[in-house]
């Protein structure tokens, strides 16, 4: 683990910078380092420090929570404050919406008409949609499985019909 950690380098516009912090992203065993890491802060700071936690949902993937928060709103800074003293290799940021969340790939919102919560698909800005280039020397197959991947991808996150179609014309 310590040769993954501190030998870290990545090439940028014809130089060399080497990653102070951190497991590079993309290596193999970035997720296995995030586990090894947080399942210990999570057992200690969240599930055995509270009687009752101020969170109706808790869920975790890699480096990124969802908080379905149910305590008082003005409680979400200390809370932050709280986890981010709990150690010094750790930056805990959050965002706060009460009708919008995104998480992952996932945006959930709330439907004020039918009192649901509704989800679709959130790009991040930085996101060029680089997949595959069609004239490519990969296998037909291949390319057709992205373009079924992706629509099935659609298919599953999206819970309405009216985001389903918006999303498919883009």
């Known amino acids: ?34 586990n090894v890491v947080l399942i210990p802060q999570e057992k200690c700071f ?12 808790y869920t975790r993937y890699l480096d990124d929570a969802f908080i379905a928060w149910e305590g008082e709103i003005g409680e979400i800074d200390l809370f932050i404050e709280y986890l981010n003293s709990t150690t010094p290799i750790l930056k805990f940021t959050f965002s706060f919406d009460v009708n919008s969340i995104s998480y992952l790939d996932v945006r959930l919102f709330r439907d004020h008409i039918n009192y649901s919560i509704m989800s679709t698909i959130c ?13 490519s020397c990969h296998p037909e197959f291949q390319k057709c ?26």
């Open 123 to 135: 790009r991040k800005p930085t996101s060029c949609n680089s997949l595959l280039h069609y004239s």
């Open 46 to 57: 969240l599930f055995n420090h509270f009687s009752k936690p101020p969170w109706k949902v």
């Open 1 to 34: 683990m310590e040769l993954v950690l501190k030998y870290n380098f990545i090439f940028l516009e014809g130089q060399y910078f080497q990653q102070n912090k951190g497991v590079a992203m993309g290596a193999s065993c970035s997720p296995l380092f995030a």
């Open 145 to 170: 499985g992205i373009i079924k991947g992706q629509y099935i991808r659609l298919v599953r996150m999206i819970s309405d019909d009216f985001y389903f179609v918006k999303k498919v014309e883009f």
